[in-house]
């Protein structure tokens, strides 16, 4: 039957375009149309490939980057609540640049007395304030955060040093050759912000029992990162843009009030020292239990803990390779649980800490969620190469750092819980133990291009989180994300905006780069290409800087398509999608000529002898009266195979982006069938394209996009017949108008 078709229509076409007259339309001005290609290639705007990037996407020969290793001692003062800092650092130049100086980061700086970040902020008296936020808002009377250094030295002597607000440059006696090590120390201190009161990314939580739950990153200086695509990423940290950081091994030890429990990154170098007898057998039970976690601090033990405060204190030493920063939680009213996780033959230990305000919540869900995500996400990218994952509850955290993150959602007082938490809470530990990924190991730079750890790690969260609760997290991401993208445009940035400058932060570098790759690997590339390619560029990017031209490429490279056309405007424009039927002709097999053809033939000689060359013809007519199928029974020889309702559709594009032109067949049996058409349909016309679709049974009706796959935010033109618009619409219409 397709073979038929397409010779009724190449007849078809051959007759009518060789011979058409030419219409010219006045063209309709649409967002996102200009003179340019949609499928040019991206090499304006790529950076030109060298031998430490290739082409293709992956680390070139001579790539390389910078080590970095630390020794701390850090100190818990739980009376002041201030943190004591001593470091030993490595810096090992693996570039081929000698280096006059090296940059610092002080991330706690930001909310530093004479920090600049609340001056970048637009304000306006509130209805109510509290008494501290007044005083330090419009008194002057500041809180005393931020880094206090102590000492900045080398071999015992003072190093030379210079602080610009949240970055600190340390001038080297020499230039650091290629090759070389420099190793200095840092003496410092800082006070706690209390994350509720405050804010912060990390910091500590207080209980009305008098106890806090200390939740600590960005607590050190760390050093930023130097490569060949941005020399010192030295950017100031002004509270949003996350961080860029160099791989390097860690060996801190933490003293905390010898009754609280502590986890960090890293392996626990002493685990007889500062866990009971009972604690370690536990322990031990739990790395042998792959079905259930195993409890190791119940709740009535913590709440026996919690009810005291010990002046004594204990040292909990932890080393960890090979990873780009370090965190830890520390608190008496810790409950703990673990359980093992099998990738790929190798054990990995998934852990939960959580005050008993947590439960049952966090008991019923944290540790398992940890658990799927490990063993979902390796599947989609590379096996998880650390010994373990740590999901630690805090009432209003949600962030990330090696091996440990932090995470909201909690119950009622009661133990009671809705949907709409336990859902909240399990989708931020999956994303947060997701970021071990993206961009722990595979490691972006966070300062310059959010969405390729947050979106990026959006993206694998929704197909994990499906895996744990299909029916919980039950999700369209092309579909909700067309209001935001529909939107007004003046409030909209491309994906690829600097974070700082981003409007509308979660939706551009979470929800909008998350739903282009669920689209990628639906409807354009389809899951195998997809899934290849993702591993691909996760694998050459383990334990390195990559940037977006290095996923861009990986993707095309490793799955022989030219994706540049999607790219270009799912990632550089705030462009839409918007594809519908515009007009829709039924026509029908005859023995007649139309009277365009006929007067063709009679009046031009040419045009006559090239229709008798092409023999016996057939014609294709919109009217109905003059059909008449069996012109096709002698060149057939079952007529039941000959296509009686045929149609050609005219497709329109308001809309800027090119998609897949998905389009659905509703047959007047109630059947329906699915086509898919490549972006490509839109190459020799980026607003209009033509399909013709013939059947043996009738077609009652069109539906562009049925499943909402390609984010189109407008669907009032995505069917034929039109489809009324219903009493509520038209209402709102009305008001708008």
Same mark, same amino acid.
Request: glycine share 6%; charged share 25%.
């Given at each position: 039957?397709?073979?038929?078709?397409?010779?009724?229509?190449?007849?078809?076409?051959?007759?009518?375009?060789? $011979?058409?007259?030419?219409?010219?339309?006045?063209?309709?001005?649409?967002?996102?149309?200009?003179?340019?290609?949609?499928?040019?290639?991206?090499?304006?705007?790529?950076?030109?490939?060298?031998?430490?990037?290739?082409?293709?996407?992956?680390?070139?020969?001579?790539?390389?980057?910078?080590?970095?290793? &630390?020794?701390?001692?850090?100190?818990?003062?739980?009376?002041?609540?201030?943190?004591?800092?001593?470091?030993?650092?490595?810096?090992?130049?693996?570039?081929?640049?000698?280096?006059?100086?090296?940059?610092?980061?002080?991330?706690?700086?930001?909310?530093?007395?004479?920090?600049?970040?609340?001056?970048?902020?637009?304000?306006?008296?509130?209805?109510?304030?509290?008494?501290?936020?007044?005083?330090?808002? &419009?008194?002057?009377?500041?809180?005393? +955060?931020? $880094?206090?250094?102590?000492?900045?030295?080398?071999?015992?002597?003072?190093?030379?040093?210079?602080?610009?607000?949240?970055?600190?440059?340390?001038?080297? @006696?020499? !230039?650091?050759?290629?090759?070389?090590? +420099?190793?200095?120390?840092?003496?410092?201190?800082?006070?706690? %912000?209390?994350? #509720?009161?405050?804010?912060?990314?990390?910091?500590?939580?207080?209980?009305?029992?008098?106890?806090?739950?200390?939740?600590? !990153?960005?607590?050190? @200086?760390?050093? !930023?990162?130097?490569?060949?695509?941005?020399?010192?990423?030295?950017?100031?940290?002004?509270?949003?843009?996350?961080?860029?950081?160099?791989?390097?091994?860690?060996?801190?030890?933490?003293?905390?009030?010898?009754?609280?429990?502590?986890?960090?990154?890293?392996?626990?170098? #002493?685990?007889?020292?500062?866990?009971?007898?009972?604690?370690?057998?536990?322990?031990?039970?739990?790395?042998?239990?792959?079905?259930?976690?195993?409890?190791?601090?119940?709740?009535?033990?913590?709440?026996?803990?919690?009810?005291?405060?010990?002046?004594?204190?204990?040292?909990?030493?932890?080393?960890?390779?090979?990873?780009?920063?370090?965190?830890?939680?520390?608190?008496?009213?810790?409950?703990?649980?673990?359980?093992?996780?099998?990738?790929?033959?190798?054990?990995?230990?998934?852990?939960?800490?959580?005050?008993?305000?947590?439960?049952?919540?966090?008991?019923?869900?944290?540790?398992?969620?940890?658990?799927?995500?490990?063993?979902?996400?390796?599947?989609?990218?590379?096996?998880?190469?650390?010994?373990?994952?740590?999901?630690?509850?805090?009432?209003?955290?949600?962030?990330?750092?090696?091996?440990?993150?932090?995470?909201?959602?909690?119950?009622?007082?009661?133990?009671? &819980?809705?949907?709409?938490?336990?859902?909240?809470?399990?989708?931020?530990?999956?994303?947060?133990?997701?970021?071990?990924? $993206?961009?722990?190991?595979?490691?972006?730079?966070?300062?310059?291009?959010?969405?390729?750890?947050?979106?990026? #790690?959006?993206?694998?969260?929704?197909?994990?989180?499906?895996?744990?609760?299909?029916?919980?997290?039950?999700? %369209?991401?092309?579909?909700?994300?067309?209001?935001?993208?529909?939107?007004?445009?003046?409030?909209?940035?491309?994906?690829?905006?600097?974070?700082?400058?981003?409007?509308?932060?979660?939706?551009?570098?979470?929800?909008?780069?998350?739903?282009?790759? &669920?689209?990628?690997?639906?409807?354009?590339?389809?899951?195998?290409?997809?899934?290849? !390619?993702?591993?691909?560029?996760?694998?050459?990017?383990?334990?390195?800087?990559?940037?977006?031209?290095?996923?861009?490429?990986?993707?095309?490279?490793?799955?022989?398509?030219?994706?540049?056309?999607?790219?270009?405007?799912?990632?550089?424009?705030?462009?839409?999608?918007?594809?519908?039927?515009?007009?829709?002709?039924?026509?029908?097999?005859?023995?007649?000529?139309?009277?365009?053809?006929?007067?063709?033939?009679?009046?031009?000689?040419?045009?006559?002898?090239?229709?008798?060359?092409?023999?016996?013809?057939?014609?294709?007519?919109?009217?109905?009266?003059?059909?008449?199928?069996?012109?096709?029974?002698?060149?057939?020889?079952?007529?039941?195979?000959? @296509?009686?309702?045929?149609?050609?559709?005219? +497709?329109?594009?308001?809309?800027?982006?090119?998609?897949?032109?998905?389009?659905?067949?509703?047959?007047?049996?109630?059947?329906?069938?699915?086509?898919?058409?490549?972006?490509?349909?839109?190459?020799?016309?980026?607003?209009?394209?033509?399909?013709?679709?013939?059947?043996?049974?009738?077609?009652?009706?069109?539906?562009?996009?049925?499943?909402?796959?390609?984010?189109?935010?407008?669907?009032?033109?995505?069917?034929?017949?039109?489809?009324?618009?219903?009493?509520?619409?038209?209402?709102?219409?009305?008001?708008?108008?």
């Amino acid at each position: 039957m397709k073979r038929i078709s397409l010779l009724l229509f190449s007849v078809f076409f051959i007759a009518t375009g060789a $011979f058409a007259q030419v219409n010219t339309t006045k063209k309709k001005v649409q967002q996102g149309h200009t003179d340019q290609n949609k499928f040019r290639q991206m090499k304006d705007v790529l950076a030109t490939p060298n031998t430490d990037r290739t082409a293709s996407g992956a680390p070139g020969h001579t790539y390389s980057q910078q080590k970095v290793d &630390y020794v701390m001692d850090i100190r818990l003062d739980e009376d002041s609540n201030r943190i004591y800092g001593d470091e030993k650092i490595t810096y090992h130049n693996n570039s081929k640049d000698h280096l006059e100086y090296l940059w610092v980061q002080l991330d706690q700086n930001m909310r530093a007395d004479d920090s600049k970040t609340p001056l970048t902020q637009s304000t306006r008296v509130a209805e109510f304030i509290t008494p501290d936020n007044f005083q330090s808002s &419009y008194m002057n009377q500041g809180k005393g +955060f931020g $880094f206090k250094i102590e000492k900045v030295e080398h071999n015992g002597q003072n190093l030379s040093h210079l602080i610009n607000r949240t970055m600190m440059r340390i001038n080297l @006696p020499k !230039a650091l050759a290629p090759g070389e090590s +420099f190793d200095f120390r840092i003496k410092w201190n800082y006070l706690i %912000n209390d994350i #509720n009161k405050d804010g912060g990314r990390s910091g500590l939580e207080s209980f009305p029992d008098g106890n806090n739950n200390y939740t600590i !990153a960005q607590f050190f @200086p760390r050093l !930023a990162v130097y490569d060949n695509v941005e020399g010192w990423q030295n950017m100031q940290f002004w509270g949003r843009s996350e961080f860029a950081l160099e791989f390097g091994d860690y060996d801190v030890k933490l003293t905390v009030p010898a009754d609280h429990i502590v986890e960090a990154t890293g392996e626990l170098q #002493n685990e007889r020292t500062v866990l009971t007898k009972e604690q370690q057998r536990r322990f031990d039970k739990a790395r042998k239990s792959f079905k259930d976690p195993v409890i190791i601090v119940t709740q009535k033990e913590a709440e026996k803990t919690e009810k005291g405060r010990s002046k004594k204190t204990k040292t909990w030493h932890f080393k960890a390779e090979r990873v780009r920063d370090f965190a830890f939680a520390t608190s008496r009213k810790y409950i703990w649980d673990a359980m093992a996780v099998n990738i790929n033959g190798k054990t990995v230990m998934a852990t939960s800490l959580y005050p008993k305000e947590g439960n049952p919540l966090w008991e019923e869900h944290s540790t398992r969620a940890v658990a799927n995500t490990l063993i979902e996400y390796s599947k989609l990218t590379f096996d998880y190469p650390y010994s373990k994952a740590v999901s630690v509850h805090s009432e209003r955290q949600g962030m990330e750092y090696p091996m440990i993150c932090f995470n909201f959602g909690r119950p009622n007082p009661d133990g009671t &819980y809705s949907d709409r938490t336990k859902k909240g809470m399990i989708g931020v530990i999956i994303h947060e133990v997701g970021h071990n990924f $993206f961009p722990m190991i595979v490691n972006s730079d966070e300062r310059q291009w959010t969405w390729m750890d947050e979106g990026l #790690n959006s993206f694998v969260e929704i197909l994990a989180s499906l895996k744990y609760d299909p029916e919980l997290f039950a999700i %369209n991401p092309a579909k909700n994300i067309t209001r935001y993208m529909g939107g007004d445009q003046s409030n909209i940035s491309p994906i690829m905006s600097q974070g700082d400058y981003v409007k509308q932060f979660g939706p551009n570098a979470y929800s909008k780069p998350a739903a282009g790759l &669920y689209m990628l690997r639906k409807t354009i590339m389809g899951e195998e290409l997809f899934d290849h !390619a993702f591993r691909t560029y996760s694998k050459r990017w383990m334990f390195k800087h990559p940037t977006p031209a290095d996923f861009f490429r990986s993707m095309e490279d490793a799955s022989a398509m030219d994706l540049d056309w999607f790219w270009r405007g799912w990632f550089y424009t705030t462009d839409v999608t918007d594809i519908g039927i515009k007009d829709v002709k039924q026509l029908y097999l005859t023995d007649k000529p139309s009277q365009r053809i006929a007067g063709i033939m009679k009046n031009n000689p040419q045009a006559k002898a090239y229709f008798e060359r092409m023999g016996e013809l057939v014609y294709i007519t919109d009217k109905k009266d003059d059909s008449n199928p069996k012109v096709m029974a002698k060149h057939v020889k079952n007529m039941k195979e000959v @296509p009686q309702f045929i149609y050609q559709v005219e +497709f329109e594009k308001p809309g800027g982006l090119v998609m897949p032109l998905i389009v659905q067949l509703n047959y007047a049996d109630g059947t329906t069938e699915k086509q898919t058409f490549p972006a490509q349909i839109w190459m020799s016309n980026d607003t209009s394209a033509t399909r013709v679709f013939a059947s043996a049974k009738e077609i009652k009706s069109f539906t562009v996009d049925p499943d909402f796959e390609t984010a189109d935010v407008d669907t009032s033109n995505n069917s034929w017949p039109k489809k009324e618009d219903s009493k509520f619409n038209k209402f709102k219409n009305n008001v708008k108008g």
